[in-house]
């Protein structure tokens, strides 16, 4: 298999006369399998320039060569294969709602796409980054890059950001601050992916706050001593009770944790592809079923699984072991699994004059045999904003929609 085989299965990475080659960790592979792109989306009013944005996501692609690479299938699985051909930026006439809608992807081809869809003088210009090499966090440091890049070339100036090396894994980041899954079972299984069910692009149904709301909100966190991952997940969880008739406590909250920010020494935005970690909380018998109740419960969790460890090695344990009591969520419970994915607050984004951001919002493409919906959270230009994100056509997103609108609404009103 020679030396480039033999260590695949270690991810480590190597530069070949054909460019750079990296198998994918355990941890990345999943996102393969499911053919994951995730897009991220900004609404823009005024003069948009297609010629200025190509330029623009060329010389992001030459910076962080992630974007134009693309995956190969290897003797031990999908590899990361650097590629010199450049994404195409596709610009459509269309529904502002519908930034997909005609999309080619194929992670064979590249792992990235600029789609740009024009109603009169606004526009979705929708990044989609494939799940495998970049999370949220590594996503909106880029697409920062692209409308600062973009800026320039509207200016006339040069576009050339600095090179950044292909991310690492999660794997490799968290070894070398002496974090290792807990008890592992051996290495992930290799070998070619099995075939892909259908891709299933959700529709997103947005509802965003006021300023005066997000603020609202925001106080109420401060008073209560919750923090506003805990108030809005609480409150989702209590619609959620409601629209699927279910008892609170048979609910299982899945989310996230961004955990640069948490290990020493910090991981930089664009340094690793997922650096996140996973938690499953329940809410336990006897909480009073309101936001702000489930909402500190949360945060006591989150703080307890930091603290012990659990949830810096919940995907590593996800990956290499079978004990359910050390996965950050139980699969098996599938319909009773409640999505929620907090971007957090969006950096600020450079324009010339005469172009306004105005929003942000979540798009996707996924291959899965199952699809279940769920919320994207982030905040953008001082407001905060909940994707509800559904296969198209289902029967209860009006009720959950309408729902959250009054749990939000009760929620800021509080004196």
């Not at 290799?190 to 509802?207: D, L």
């Not at 336990?284 to 309101?290: D, L, V």
């Not at 307890?304 to 419970?333: C, F, H, K, N, T």
Request: charged letters at 25%; a neutral charge; hydrophobic letters at 40%.
């Amino acid at each position: 298999m020679g030396r480039i085989g033999e260590n695949w299965l270690r991810g480590e990475q190597f530069v070949t006369r054909a460019g750079f080659w990296r198998a994918l960790a355990p941890t990345e592979k999943p996102h393969a399998g499911r053919e994951a792109y995730i897009g991220y989306t900004v609404r823009a009013t005024g003069r948009l320039d297609p010629d200025a944005l190509e330029t623009a996501y060329a010389a992001v692609c030459r910076a962080y060569p992630q974007l134009a690479a693309r995956l190969e299938t290897g003797d031990a699985g999908p590899v990361f294969v650097e590629s010199a051909a450049r994404p195409q930026v596709r610009v459509r006439e269309g529904d502002l709602e519908h930034p997909l809608t005609g999309v080619e992807l194929d992670q064979g081809r590249a792992l990235s796409a600029l789609s740009v869809v024009r109603d009169g003088d606004d526009a979705s210009v929708c990044l989609l980054t494939h799940h495998s090499i970049a999370d949220a966090r590594h996503s909106l440091e880029m697409l920062v890059t692209l409308w600062s890049c973009y800026t320039d070339a509207v200016h006339g100036m040069p576009v050339d950001p600095p090179r950044h090396p292909f991310p690492r894994s999660l794997e490799d980041l968290l070894a070398e601050r002496g974090i290792h899954a807990d008890a592992p079972t051996g290495a992930a299984p290799s070998g070619p992916m099995p075939e892909p069910p259908p891709a299933v692009v959700r529709h997103v149904v947005r509802h965003r706050l006021t300023e005066a709301g997000t603020t609202a909100l925001v106080e109420l966190g401060h008073r209560e001593h919750v923090t506003i991952n805990g108030l809005l997940s609480g409150a989702l969880l209590v619609v959620e009770a409601e629209v699927r008739d279910l008892p609170l406590t048979e609910l299982l909250l899945r989310f996230t944790v961004n955990l640069r920010d948490r290990l020493t020494p910090r991981v930089g935005a664009t340094e690793g592809t997922n650096v996140l970690g996973g938690v499953g909380f329940t809410v336990a018998a006897g909480t009073k079923p309101e936001p702000v109740a489930i909402g500190r419960a949360i945060g006591e969790r989150l703080r307890a699984g930091l603290a012990d460890g659990s949830i810096q090695r919940s995907l590593l344990d996800l990956v290499s072991g079978p004990a359910r009591d050390a996965r950050p969520w139980e699969p098996s419970r599938g319909p009773a699994v409640v999505s929620v994915m907090n971007w957090g607050q969006a950096p600020p984004m450079r324009t010339p004059a005469g172009l306004r951001l105005t929003d942000l919002h979540s798009a996707s493409r996924i291959r899965e045999s199952s699809a279940m919906g769920g919320y994207v959270v982030s905040t953008f230009g001082g407001r905060i904003g909940i994707d509800l994100a559904w296969p198209a056509g289902d029967l209860e997103l009006p009720e959950r929609i309408e729902r959250l609108r009054e749990q939000l609404s009760h929620l800021t009103r509080r004196p």
